[in-house]
């Protein structure tokens, strides 16, 4: 026997997502159901409002609710300091120290030749306008330490070293 049609696209829905099994997507699908009109809306629209109003910061592509994000916009921090990380959940994790006083600067991935991810579809040519538009004087590079994040951090290294700006390896 088969789930009503809208039950099942439900859990078809909730399957889709990134380390959700069958069981799971089932459990959750009667969550909702479990759930009353109003807090069903409340799911449905927090879920369009995410898509909806986060958008990347246009100066570090970190999350961010239209032009520049917290970070960016906060002028107590240091703008000669630039953190290079694959996305935006390395910069939560960094920002929960409470210690890091520079800014940010978000590749959306690294460098992965099996994925197909060159160095062209990571937000690399916007870090070098960074790095000559402003007054950088020091990079952290703080891609992940595994193969992939070693490579882009070399690769980041040996195009900016000659524009003589101090780079510092954090893994
Ligand atoms: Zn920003």
Do not use: W
């Amino acid at each position: 026997m088969e789930y009503v049609l809208p039950l099942q696209r439900l859990i078809e829905k909730f399957c889709t997502l990134r380390g959700v099994g069958h069981k799971t997507a089932v459990r959750y699908a009667f969550s909702v159901l479990d759930m009353s009109e109003e807090e069903a809306a409340e799911f449905a629209e927090a879920l369009i409002s995410a898509k909806r109003d986060i958008c990347p910061c246009a100066v570090c592509g970190n999350l961010s609710v239209g032009g520049s994000c917290s970070v960016c916009s906060d002028a107590a921090r240091d703008a000669g300091v630039i953190c290079v990380v694959e996305d935006s959940r390395a910069v939560m994790a960094i920002e929960k120290v409470k210690e890091y006083t520079g800014l940010y600067h978000v590749l959306g991935g690294v460098i992965s030749p099996m994925d197909n991810v060159g160095p062209d579809q990571l937000r690399i040519k916007e870090l070098l306008a960074r790095i000559n538009n402003t007054n950088v004087r020091e990079l952290i590079i703080a891609t992940n330490p595994n193969v992939e994040g070693e490579t882009t951090a070399m690769y980041l290294s040996k195009l900016v070293a000659p524009l003589g700006i101090k780079v510092t390896r954090l893994a």
